[in-house]
């Protein structure tokens, strides 16, 4: 059983910082893409930042220059640096995953539980 376990987040004054993680867990082969997604409240779902497994990186505009995200491929570890946040990243923050748990290059996706973020102005 594969799972990926978010921790990390926390309340913050605007101009903070955070830095979640999301640990994956169990049969894992390999791990390609990693990513944040963050859902606010009666806010769609959206993709904040990925990684391939070769580290590279793409982000949404909207935090560009203040969030990074990087790999710990031997933890099988996903970590998003979060610099100067806002009010308006108040979200949930998804971990999500392509994971091959069989060996065979087949790869799963996941998704974690979330860990919510909150930015106070």
């Known amino acids: 059983q594969v799972q990926l376990v978010e921790s990390g987040g926390g309340l913050v004054q605007a101009g903070g910082s955070l830095r979640p993680s999301c640990a994956a867990s169990?049969?894992?082969?390999?791990?390609?893409?990693m990513r944040w997604y963050r859902q606010a409240p009666g806010k769609q779902r959206e993709l904040v930042a990925a990684?391939?497994?070769?580290?590279?990186?793409n982000y949404a505009d909207s935090v560009k220059g203040r969030f990074t995200i990087s790999r710990d491929n031997a933890k099988n570890t996903v970590y998003l640096q979060m610099h100067s946040l806002k009010p308006e990243d108040t979200a949930v923050y998804y971990c999500?995953?392509?994971?091959?748990?069989?060996?065979?290059?087949?790869?799963?996706?996941?998704w974690g539980q979330g860990t919510q973020v909150s930015v106070s102005s």
């Open positions: 999500n995953a392509n994971i091959d748990y069989s060996g065979r290059y087949y790869y799963t996706n996941y």
């Open positions: 169990g049969r894992i082969f390999s791990i390609n893409g």
């Open positions: 990684i391939t497994s070769s580290s590279s990186t």
